[in-house]
């Protein structure tokens, strides 16, 4: 159920890079999106159509170039632009929210344990006896407690995972980004994963932002789903709607939207995401603008 205020919304958002030849590539292009408490809104897109620009513009790693990215948490009288924020104040915005990044990104050097006590010990003035407390409940909400004292290269794929995931709870966030959680697992520690994030989305009451390409994982987990393209929003909808364009016959497709999405979802060779070459979009504008 989304509340009336967003806890984050994007308005006009425009990032650019530019390549090796010296050429600006507008990767973001006036991207505006509103993101509601307690909702999974998934980002999704092929290579190269922004959804990883857009996460980092999220987490305050990117700067804008042009708009406005507008936080509002629980505690927050009004909604406050991190495009603005001098480095102090967005690292008090970054305690609200945590992060698992592809890799799990553990800290190799330090135990499990060691690894999720970590925010706790930088961010908090907790006691050390209650540390040891909140990592075990937190290894516990992940299913990893036996694992505690093991290294991360002791881990399998999907148990660094899982442990990044205690990690990225330790500080009990209002918000959780996730850059691509399915990424490398197969199938079935893939949806296990899923399912895992869910159960902690409805335990801890947090809004979930998701980027990924996985459909499988997509249409299990979201709430919402916007789909990108060319740095642009190309469509929001509930996941309901996707599922309904995903189901629906070629032919029956009205509009080139309608037509790129399909393909998307689906997975199809063929289609306007490709050229003849199979090359996307923005890979063509990379080699041919």
Do not use: W
């Given at each position: 159920?989304?509340?009336?205020?967003?806890?984050?919304?994007?308005?006009?958002?425009?990032?650019?890079?530019?390549?090796?030849?010296?050429?600006?590539?507008?990767?973001?292009?006036?991207?505006?999106?509103?993101?509601?408490?307690?909702?999974?809104?998934?980002?999704?897109?092929?290579?190269?159509?922004?959804?990883?620009?857009?996460?980092?513009?999220?987490?305050?790693?990117?700067?804008?170039?042009?708009?406005?990215?507008?936080?509002?948490?629980?505690?927050?009288?009004?909604?406050?632009?991190?495009?603005?924020?001098?480095?102090?104040?967005?690292?008090?915005?970054?305690?609200?929210?945590?992060?698992?990044?592809?890799?799990?990104?553990?800290?190799?050097?330090?135990?499990?344990?060691?690894?999720?006590?970590?925010?706790?010990?930088?961010?908090?003035?907790?006691?050390?006896?209650?540390?040891?407390?909140?990592?075990?409940?937190?290894?516990?909400?992940?299913?990893?407690?036996?694992?505690r004292d093991k290294l991360p290269s002791q881990l399998s794929g999907g148990q660094k995972k899982r442990a990044g995931l205690a990690r990225a709870t330790a500080l009990d966030p209002e918000?959780?980004?996730?850059?691509?959680?399915?990424?490398?697992?197969?199938?079935?520690?893939?949806?296990?994963?899923?399912?895992?994030?869910?159960?902690?989305?409805?335990?801890?009451?947090?809004?979930?932002?998701?980027?990924?390409?996985?459909?499988?994982?997509?249409?299990?987990?979201?709430?919402?789903?916007?789909?990108?393209?060319?740095?642009?929003?190309?469509?929001?909808?509930?996941?309901?709607?996707?599922?309904?364009?995903?189901?629906?016959?070629?032919?029956?497709?009205?509009?080139?939207?309608?037509?790129?999405?399909?393909?998307?979802?689906?997975?199809?060779?063929?289609?306007?995401?490709?050229?003849?070459?199979?090359?996307?979009?923005?890979?063509?504008?990379?080699?041919?603008?």
């Amino acid at each position: 159920m989304q509340a009336n205020e967003p806890v984050i919304s994007v308005r006009n958002l425009v990032k650019t890079f530019v390549n090796e030849e010296g050429r600006h590539i507008r990767v973001l292009d006036g991207v505006t999106l509103d993101i509601y408490p307690g909702e999974t809104i998934v980002v999704m897109g092929g290579s190269g159509c922004g959804k990883s620009t857009l996460l980092n513009c999220l987490i305050g790693e990117y700067t804008p170039d042009e708009g406005q990215i507008l936080f509002k948490t629980g505690d927050m009288a009004e909604a406050r632009n991190i495009g603005t924020m001098n480095e102090d104040a967005m690292n008090e915005v970054r305690k609200r929210f945590g992060i698992l990044f592809q890799s799990g990104a553990l800290f190799n050097s330090m135990t499990v344990a060691d690894n999720i006590a970590l925010p706790l010990l930088e961010h908090s003035y907790v006691d050390p006896s209650i540390i040891d407390i909140v990592v075990t409940l937190k290894l516990q909400q992940v299913h990893l407690l036996e694992h505690r004292d093991k290294l991360p290269s002791q881990l399998s794929g999907g148990q660094k995972k899982r442990a990044g995931l205690a990690r990225a709870t330790a500080l009990d966030p209002e918000i959780l980004f996730y850059d691509e959680p399915s990424a490398g697992l197969d199938p079935v520690t893939s949806a296990a994963i899923d399912y895992l994030m869910m159960d902690l989305s409805k335990k801890l009451h947090v809004t979930s932002v998701v980027v990924t390409h996985e459909m499988d994982s997509a249409f299990r987990i979201a709430d919402r789903m916007v789909m990108l393209e060319r740095g642009r929003v190309l469509r929001i909808g509930t996941r309901r709607e996707f599922e309904a364009l995903r189901d629906r016959e070629e032919s029956e497709l009205e509009t080139d939207a309608d037509r790129l999405i399909y393909q998307f979802l689906r997975g199809n060779v063929d289609g306007p995401l490709t050229d003849a070459r199979g090359l996307s979009e923005f890979e063509k504008l990379l080699i041919e603008g």
